[in-house]
T-cell receptor
Framework: AQSVTQLGSHVSVSEGALVLLRCNYS??????LFWYVQYPNQGLQLLLK????ATLVKGINGFEAEFKKSETSFHLTKPSAHMSDAAEYFC????????????WGLGTSLAVNP | EAGVAQSPRYKIIEKRQSVAFWCNPI?????LYWYQQILGQGPKLLIQ????????DSQLPKDRFSAERLKGVDSTLKIQPAKLEDSAVYLC?????????????FGPGTRLLVL
């Protein structure tokens, strides 16, 4: 069965520092992988996704993630944190096939300190 | 392009009362999802529609929750009667197709508090 693990429910970084949010998944077949962001009192917004092709995926707001099959990981990074990056980040996985639903991680709350 | 609309944004009810949430997806999106997001957890899919047909309702507590999408556009999710554990944010999302790699677009959610 599919599952998603986000290591660290809370991550705190200084403004300008590297952001690294970790996501590991389990899947019996090549997965589709997603990172969504949720700002306070707002809905979820897609940051980036991996479906096929290049394993390094670039998303909005300077974020990127790399699909590493051997490590079953899809960690999210950003070279330099901005105050506006403070939000909740969710990793999700689905599998190819009809009607495969998204399986979500528990989320990581990112705080950015001045 | 208008996003996914949801109403109300907030609702407070007492247990055993009923409540209904409304969602209008992005124009042209055939697939509509209702999620329940409890504080500190990721979204949990309650029901997925393709046009006006149900694709997946395996996690919908059917003894108290119901949802419909009669004309294949907007949708209503109802809880009757509500329990304390139903306190959560109810998110509606839509996508252009039902395939699993499609991006889902989310509304702002309805925050429900059951007292």
């Amino acid at each position: 069965a599919q599952s998603v693990t986000q290591l660290g429910s809370h991550v705190s970084v200084s403004e300008g520092a590297l952001v690294l949010l970790r996501c590991n998944y389990s899947s019996s077949v090549p997965p589709y992988l997603f990172w969504y962001v949720q700002y306070p009192n707002q809905g979820l917004q897609l940051l980036l996704k991996y479906t096929t092709g290049a394993t390094l995926v670039k998303g909005i707001n300077g974020f990127e993630a790399e699909f590493k099959k051997s490590e079953t990981s899809f960690h999210l990074t950003k070279p330099s944190a901005h105050m506006s990056d403070a939000a909740e980040y969710f990793c999700a996985v689905s599998e190819a096939g009809n009607n495969r639903k998204l399986i979500w991680g528990l989320g990581t709350s990112l705080a950015v300190n001045p | 392009e208008a996003g996914v609309a949801q109403s109300p944004r907030y609702k407070i009810i007492e247990k055993r009362q009923s409540v209904a949430f409304w969602c209008n997806p992005i124009s042209g999106h055939a697939t509509l999802y209702w999620y329940q997001q409890i504080l500190g957890q990721g979204p949990k899919l309650l029901i997925q529609f393709q046009n006006n047909g149900v694709v997946d309702d395996s996690q919908l507590p059917k003894d108290r929750f119901s949802a419909e999408r009669l004309k294949g556009v907007d949708s209503t999710l109802k809880i009757q009667p509500a329990k304390l554990e139903d306190s959560a944010v109810y998110l509606c999302a839509s996508s252009s197709r039902v395939t699993p790699q499609e991006t889902q677009y989310f509304g702002p959610g309805t925050r429900l508090l059951v007292l």
